[in-house]
C-alpha cells in the first residue's frame, strides 16, 4: 500500500511584505526603548513645573495648571536661603569654569599624546601604548586615596586645581585611543607635503592635523563636556566651602539641606532640568559633528 504525500502549501512572502513586517518590528522596537528615556524626561519637565500640592497627585497630572515657572527661580533662591552667597549665577560660574578650563585642557593634551602615538615610531612605543589601554581596567576608585594624599600634601585641597590642573598632564586612555584610531585615517601624504613646504612638526600638528581632525575633536569635546558638567565625585571629595561647589554638588547639598522637611521634588527637577539643558543643546548643535567623528574613527584598525 503506498501513501501518497500530502503538500503542504507554507505562506508564502513577497520581498516586500517582509520588508514592511521588519520595519514594524524595528519601529515598534524603536519606540519602546525610547519611551524607556522619553518617559522620565518628560516626567522631569513636568514636575519642575508644577506646584507643591500637585507632586504627589494621582493620577499623574502631566500638564501643569497652572504651570509654575517660578519654580526654577524659587530653587535656587531656596538654596541660597541655606548656603548664602550660593546663588545661580555663583554656581553656574562655578561649574563654567571647572567644565571649560577641564575640557580645553583635555582636549589639548589628548591631541598631543594621540598625535605621538599615531605618527612617531619610538623604542617602547607599543608597550607604553598598551599599558596606557590597560590604566582603563583599573576602578577609579583604587587611584583615589592616592590622588587625594598628593592634593593633600600640595596643600591644594579645597581649590579648583584637583579638577583642572592634572588634567593638562594627560587626558583619559579611552579618549586618547579615539583621538588616534581617528589620526591614522588621515594619509601621511598631507603630512609629508607640509614638511616638502618647510612645515616643522609643530606646524604639522597645528595647521595641519588639528583641522583635519575636528569632527573627532567635536565629538571628544562633547563627552567630555558631558563627563565634567556631570562630574559629581571630584568637586565632593575636593571642595569644602560652599561657595565653590558646581551644580551637581549643590543639587546634594540642597537635597541634604532638606531632608528633614517634606520632599520639594519640583524644587530638585527644576535644578535637574537647568544640569541638562546645555548638555542637550550641545548634542543637538554639534550631532552632525559628533555621529561622523565617532564612525571615521572606528573603521581604523
Given at each position: 500500500?503506498?501513501?501518497?504525500p500530502?503538500?503542504?502549501?507554507k505562506?508564502?512572502?513577497?520581498?516586500?511584505?517582509?520588508r514592511t513586517?521588519?520595519n514594524?518590528?524595528?519601529?515598534?522596537l524603536?519606540i519602546?526603548?525610547?519611551?524607556f528615556v522619553?518617559?522620565?524626561l518628560?516626567?522631569?519637565?513636568?514636575?519642575s513645573?508644577?506646584s507643591?500640592?500637585q507632586?504627589?497627585?494621582?493620577?499623574i497630572?502631566w500638564?501643569?495648571?497652572p504651570?509654575?515657572?517660578?519654580?526654577?527661580?524659587?530653587a535656587?533662591?531656596?538654596?541660597?536661603?541655606?548656603?548664602?552667597?550660593?546663588?545661580?549665577?555663583?554656581?553656574?560660574?562655578?561649574?563654567?569654569?571647572?567644565t571649560?578650563?577641564?575640557?580645553?585642557?583635555?582636549?589639548?593634551?589628548v591631541?598631543?599624546?594621540a598625535?605621538g602615538f599615531?605618527?612617531?615610531?619610538f623604542p617602547?612605543?607599543?608597550?607604553l601604548?598598551?599599558?596606557?589601554?590597560?590604566?582603563?581596567?583599573?576602578?577609579?576608585?583604587?587611584?583615589?586615596?592616592?590622588?587625594?594624599?598628593?592634593?593633600?600634601?600640595?596643600?591644594?585641597i579645597?581649590?579648583?586645581?584637583?579638577?583642572t590642573?592634572?588634567?593638562?598632564f594627560?587626558?583619559?586612555?579611552?579618549?586618547?585611543?579615539?583621538?588616534?584610531?581617528?589620526?591614522l585615517?588621515?594619509?601621511?601624504?598631507m603630512e609629508?607635503?607640509?614638511?616638502?613646504?618647510?612645515?616643522?612638526t609643530?606646524?604639522v600638528y597645528?595647521?595641519?592635523m588639528l583641522?583635519l581632525?575636528?569632527?573627532?575633536l567635536?565629538?571628544l569635546?562633547v563627552?567630555?563636556?558631558?563627563g565634567?558638567?556631570?562630574?559629581?565625585e571630584?568637586p565632593?571629595?575636593y571642595?569644602n566651602?560652599?561657595?565653590k561647589?558646581p551644580?551637581v554638588?549643590?543639587?546634594?547639598?540642597?537635597?541634604g539641606?532638606?531632608?528633614?522637611?517634606a520632599?520639594k521634588?519640583?524644587y530638585?527637577?527644576?535644578?535637574s532640568?537647568v544640569?541638562?539643558?546645555p548638555i542637550?543643546v550641545?548634542?543637538?548643535?554639534?550631532q552632525?559633528?559628533?555621529i561622523e567623528?565617532?564612525?571615521v574613527?572606528a573603521?581604523?584598525?
Amino acid at each position: 500500500m503506498t501513501t501518497t504525500p500530502v503538500s503542504v502549501d507554507k505562506p508564502r512572502f513577497g520581498v516586500s511584505a517582509r520588508r514592511t513586517v521588519t520595519n514594524i518590528i524595528t519601529y515598534a522596537l524603536l519606540i519602546l526603548f525610547s519611551l524607556f528615556v522619553f518617559v522620565p524626561l518628560f516626567y522631569m519637565i513636568s514636575t519642575s513645573l508644577k506646584s507643591e500640592q500637585q507632586l504627589f497627585a494621582w493620577p499623574i497630572q502631566w500638564i501643569p495648571d497652572p504651570i509654575m515657572w517660578q519654580n526654577y527661580g524659587d530653587a535656587f533662591a531656596a538654596l541660597s536661603s541655606i548656603a548664602p552667597g550660593l546663588t545661580f549665577w555663583r554656581i553656574l560660574f562655578n561649574t563654567l569654569f571647572i567644565t571649560l578650563l577641564a575640557m580645553t585642557a583635555e582636549l589639548i593634551a589628548v591631541s598631543v599624546v594621540a598625535y605621538g602615538f599615531a605618527r612617531f615610531r619610538f623604542p617602547g612605543r607599543n608597550i607604553l601604548f598598551i599599558i596606557m589601554l590597560a590604566t582603563m581596567m583599573l576602578p577609579s576608585i583604587i587611584t583615589l586615596i592616592p590622588t587625594f594624599l598628593i592634593w593633600r600634601n600640595l596643600d591644594l585641597i579645597d581649590t579648583f586645581d584637583p579638577l583642572t590642573v592634572r588634567i593638562w598632564f594627560g587626558g583619559g586612555a579611552w579618549a586618547i585611543f579615539f583621538m588616534r584610531q581617528y589620526l591614522l585615517t588621515i594619509p601621511r601624504e598631507m603630512e609629508e607635503a607640509a614638511i616638502i613646504d618647510g612645515a616643522n612638526t609643530f606646524q604639522v600638528y597645528s595647521r595641519i592635523m588639528l583641522p583635519l581632525a575636528r569632527p573627532a575633536l567635536l565629538a571628544l569635546g562633547v563627552l567630555i563636556f558631558q563627563g565634567n558638567w556631570n562630574n559629581f565625585e571630584g568637586p565632593l571629595i575636593y571642595l569644602n566651602t560652599t561657595l565653590k561647589f558646581p551644580l551637581v554638588v549643590a543639587m546634594k547639598f540642597f537635597q541634604g539641606s532638606i531632608s528633614n522637611e517634606a520632599p520639594k521634588w519640583h524644587y530638585m527637577m527644576a535644578m535637574s532640568v537647568v544640569m541638562a539643558a546645555p548638555i542637550l543643546v550641545i548634542f543637538f548643535l554639534a550631532q552632525r559633528y559628533f555621529i561622523e567623528g565617532l564612525t571615521v574613527g572606528a573603521v581604523k584598525g
